[in-house]
Protein backbone atom coordinates (compact mmCIF):
# COMPACT_ATOMS: atom_id res chain seq x y z
CA UNK A 1 0.00 0.00 0.00
CA UNK A 2 1.28 3.77 -1.09
CA UNK A 3 2.21 6.11 1.95
CA UNK A 4 0.05 8.08 0.62
CA UNK A 5 -3.03 5.56 0.87
CA UNK A 6 -1.73 4.90 4.18
CA UNK A 7 -1.94 8.95 5.01
CA UNK A 8 -5.31 9.48 3.71
CA UNK A 9 -6.89 5.83 5.65
CA UNK A 10 -5.79 7.46 9.33
CA UNK A 11 -8.25 8.28 10.96
CA UNK A 12 -8.66 11.56 13.15
CA UNK A 13 -9.36 9.74 16.73
CA UNK A 14 -9.49 6.81 18.58
CA UNK A 15 -10.66 5.85 22.03
CA UNK A 16 -11.31 2.23 22.81
CA UNK A 17 -15.06 0.63 23.03
CA UNK A 18 -16.72 0.54 26.48
CA UNK A 19 -15.80 -3.34 26.80
CA UNK A 20 -11.96 -2.22 25.94
CA UNK A 21 -11.81 0.04 28.49
CA UNK A 22 -12.75 -2.69 30.99
CA UNK A 23 -10.23 -4.68 29.78
CA UNK A 24 -7.59 -2.09 29.73
CA UNK A 25 -8.41 -1.82 33.52
CA UNK A 26 -7.90 -5.58 33.79
CA UNK A 27 -4.89 -5.59 32.04
CA UNK A 28 -3.44 -2.49 34.32
CA UNK A 29 -3.51 -4.36 37.52
CA UNK A 30 -0.98 -7.15 36.51
CA UNK A 31 1.64 -3.90 36.20
CA UNK A 32 2.36 -1.84 39.55
CA UNK A 33 1.52 2.00 38.85
CA UNK A 34 5.27 2.81 38.40
CA UNK A 35 5.28 0.24 35.29
CA UNK A 36 1.93 0.85 34.01
CA UNK A 37 3.55 1.58 30.05
CA UNK A 38 4.57 -2.12 30.26
CA UNK A 39 0.81 -2.60 29.62
CA UNK A 40 1.79 -1.14 26.02
CA UNK A 41 1.57 -4.40 24.25
CA UNK A 42 -2.15 -5.65 25.28
CA UNK A 43 -2.93 -2.01 24.71
CA UNK A 44 -1.36 -2.33 20.94
CA UNK A 45 -3.34 -5.92 20.80
CA UNK A 46 -6.13 -4.69 21.92
CA UNK A 47 -6.14 -1.69 19.98
CA UNK A 48 -5.21 -3.90 16.61
CA UNK A 49 -8.52 -6.22 17.15
CA UNK A 50 -10.52 -3.11 17.82
CA UNK A 51 -9.80 -1.52 14.69
CA UNK A 52 -9.96 -4.52 12.01
CA UNK A 53 -6.96 -5.56 12.31
CA UNK A 54 -4.56 -2.65 11.85
CA UNK A 55 -3.10 0.13 14.71
CA UNK A 56 -3.72 3.78 13.06
CA UNK A 57 -1.71 6.74 14.51
CA UNK A 58 -4.33 8.07 16.49
CA UNK A 59 -4.46 5.39 18.42
CA UNK A 60 -0.95 4.92 19.27
CA UNK A 61 -1.59 8.79 20.69
CA UNK A 62 -4.18 7.25 22.47
CA UNK A 63 -2.36 5.03 24.31
CA UNK A 64 0.90 6.88 25.06
CA UNK A 65 -1.96 9.29 26.85
CA UNK A 66 -3.62 6.32 28.73
CA UNK A 67 0.07 5.01 29.85
CA UNK A 68 1.56 8.27 30.58
CA UNK A 69 4.61 7.32 27.91
CA UNK A 70 5.76 9.75 24.84
CA UNK A 71 4.13 8.33 21.79
CA UNK A 72 7.17 8.18 20.11
CA UNK A 73 7.90 5.10 22.52
CA UNK A 74 4.67 3.68 21.50
CA UNK A 75 5.24 4.07 17.78
CA UNK A 76 8.68 2.47 18.74
CA UNK A 77 6.83 -0.80 19.66
CA UNK A 78 4.19 -0.47 17.40
CA UNK A 79 6.66 -0.93 14.31
CA UNK A 80 9.03 -3.11 15.82
CA UNK A 81 7.01 -6.12 15.78
CA UNK A 82 5.87 -7.58 13.08
CA UNK A 83 2.49 -8.77 14.40
CA UNK A 84 1.20 -5.23 14.61
CA UNK A 85 -0.25 -4.09 11.17
CA UNK A 86 0.13 -0.17 10.58
CA UNK A 87 -2.19 -0.15 7.62
CA UNK A 88 -5.22 -1.73 6.42
CA UNK A 89 -5.30 -5.13 6.59
CA UNK A 90 -9.30 -6.20 5.97
CA UNK A 91 -11.42 -7.31 8.80
CA UNK A 92 -9.73 -10.75 8.05
CA UNK A 93 -5.95 -10.97 7.74
CA UNK A 94 -4.92 -14.23 6.41
CA UNK A 95 -1.08 -15.66 7.41
CA UNK A 96 -0.19 -18.33 5.01
CA UNK A 97 2.89 -20.65 6.75
CA UNK A 98 5.26 -21.27 3.91
CA UNK A 99 8.29 -22.69 6.42
CA UNK A 100 9.17 -26.32 5.22
CA UNK A 101 6.95 -28.52 6.91
CA UNK A 102 3.93 -26.41 5.40
CA UNK A 103 5.48 -25.78 2.19
CA UNK A 104 5.87 -29.89 1.46
CA UNK A 105 2.66 -30.17 1.93
CA UNK A 106 0.88 -27.86 -0.28
CA UNK A 107 1.15 -24.70 1.08
CA UNK A 108 2.22 -22.89 -2.16
CA UNK A 109 -1.03 -23.94 -3.44
CA UNK A 110 -2.40 -22.03 -0.62
CA UNK A 111 -0.53 -18.97 -1.30
CA UNK A 112 -1.26 -19.37 -5.27
CA UNK A 113 -5.28 -19.79 -3.89
CA UNK A 114 -4.88 -16.32 -2.08
CA UNK A 115 -3.07 -14.67 -5.03
CA UNK A 116 -6.38 -15.55 -7.00
CA UNK A 117 -8.67 -14.74 -5.06
CA UNK A 118 -7.79 -12.22 -2.49
CA UNK A 119 -5.10 -10.21 -4.38
CA UNK A 120 -2.36 -10.86 -6.53
CA UNK A 121 0.38 -9.32 -3.97
CA UNK A 122 0.93 -9.75 -0.86
CA UNK A 123 -0.37 -6.78 2.33
CA UNK A 124 -3.21 -5.64 -0.33
CA UNK A 125 -6.47 -5.45 0.66
CA UNK A 126 -8.84 -7.62 -1.62
CA UNK A 127 -11.27 -5.16 -3.95
CA UNK A 128 -14.07 -5.55 -1.43
CA UNK A 129 -11.86 -4.21 1.32
CA UNK A 130 -12.26 -6.57 3.36
CA UNK A 131 -9.45 -9.06 3.25
CA UNK A 132 -5.62 -9.59 2.44
CA UNK A 133 -2.95 -12.44 2.82
CA UNK A 134 0.96 -12.35 3.69
CA UNK A 135 3.53 -15.13 3.89
CA UNK A 136 5.04 -15.98 7.32
CA UNK A 137 7.35 -18.19 8.59
CA UNK A 138 6.24 -20.92 11.08
CA UNK A 139 3.36 -20.66 13.28
CA UNK A 140 3.97 -23.76 15.54
CA UNK A 141 1.44 -25.57 13.98
CA UNK A 142 3.45 -27.92 12.11
CA UNK A 143 2.18 -31.10 13.34
CA UNK A 144 -0.98 -30.23 11.03
CA UNK A 145 0.53 -28.56 8.22
CA UNK A 146 -0.17 -27.08 5.78
CA UNK A 147 -2.21 -24.39 7.82
CA UNK A 148 -3.24 -20.81 7.36
CA UNK A 149 -3.93 -17.84 10.57
CA UNK A 150 -7.05 -16.13 10.15
CA UNK A 151 -7.27 -13.15 12.64
CA UNK A 152 -6.68 -15.40 16.02
CA UNK A 153 -8.21 -18.45 14.68
CA UNK A 154 -5.39 -21.69 13.14
CA UNK A 155 -7.39 -23.52 10.13
CA UNK A 156 -5.13 -26.29 10.09
CA UNK A 157 -4.42 -30.04 8.04
CA UNK A 158 -5.69 -28.12 5.12
CA UNK A 159 -5.83 -29.28 0.94
CA UNK A 160 -6.55 -27.49 -1.81
CA UNK A 161 -10.48 -27.80 -1.62
CA UNK A 162 -10.32 -26.68 2.29
CA UNK A 163 -8.06 -23.67 1.66
CA UNK A 164 -10.63 -22.75 -1.29
CA UNK A 165 -14.18 -22.80 0.28
CA UNK A 166 -12.14 -21.76 3.49
CA UNK A 167 -10.97 -18.10 1.57
CA UNK A 168 -14.34 -18.04 -0.37
CA UNK A 169 -16.04 -17.51 3.18
CA UNK A 170 -14.01 -15.20 4.65
CA UNK A 171 -14.68 -13.03 0.97
CA UNK A 172 -18.41 -13.20 1.82
CA UNK A 173 -17.68 -12.77 5.66
CA UNK A 174 -19.17 -15.52 6.97
CA UNK A 175 -15.58 -17.34 8.14
CA UNK A 176 -16.37 -21.41 8.60
CA UNK A 177 -15.24 -22.40 11.52
CA UNK A 178 -11.68 -22.71 12.40
CA UNK A 179 -9.62 -26.56 13.53
CA UNK A 180 -8.55 -29.20 11.60
CA UNK A 181 -9.56 -30.19 7.88
CA UNK A 182 -9.05 -33.36 8.23
CA UNK A 183 -11.00 -34.15 11.75
CA UNK A 184 -7.85 -34.38 13.85
CA UNK A 185 -8.67 -33.57 17.28
CA UNK A 186 -5.58 -30.96 18.63
CA UNK A 187 -2.24 -32.73 17.68
CA UNK A 188 -3.55 -36.13 18.28
CA UNK A 189 -2.48 -38.99 15.38
CA UNK A 190 -5.19 -39.12 12.86
CA UNK A 191 -6.02 -42.68 12.85
CA UNK A 192 -5.42 -45.52 15.26
CA UNK A 193 -2.22 -46.90 15.36
CA UNK A 194 -0.59 -50.43 15.99
CA UNK A 195 2.34 -50.41 18.15
CA UNK A 196 3.15 -53.93 19.49
CA UNK A 197 0.38 -55.31 18.16
CA UNK A 198 -1.83 -53.06 20.47
CA UNK A 199 -4.19 -50.35 19.26
CA UNK A 200 -3.20 -46.70 20.07
CA UNK A 201 -5.65 -44.00 19.29
S1 LIG B 1 5.92 -25.01 9.33
FE1 LIG B 1 3.90 -24.28 9.11
S2 LIG B 1 3.24 -24.21 11.16
FE2 LIG B 1 5.30 -24.84 11.35
Known sequence: ??????????????????????KAEEILKRYPEKNKKSAVMPFLYLAQKQNDNWIPLSAMKYIA??????Y??????????????????GKHF????????????GANKIVEL??????????????KGNCSWMEVECLGACVSAPMIQINENYYEDLDEKSARE???????DKP?????YRGRKN???EKKQLVNGENHA
Request: glycine share 2%; hydrophobic share 35%; with cysteine.
Open 1 to 22: MSLKKVHDEQPKEFKFSIGNLK
Open 114 to 127: CKEKISLKENEVSK
Open 166 to 172: IIDSILN
Open 65 to 70: NLLSMP
Open 94 to 105: VQVCTTTPCLIR
Open 176 to 180: LKPGS
Open 72 to 89: ISVYEVATFYTMFNLAPV
Open 187 to 189: TSP
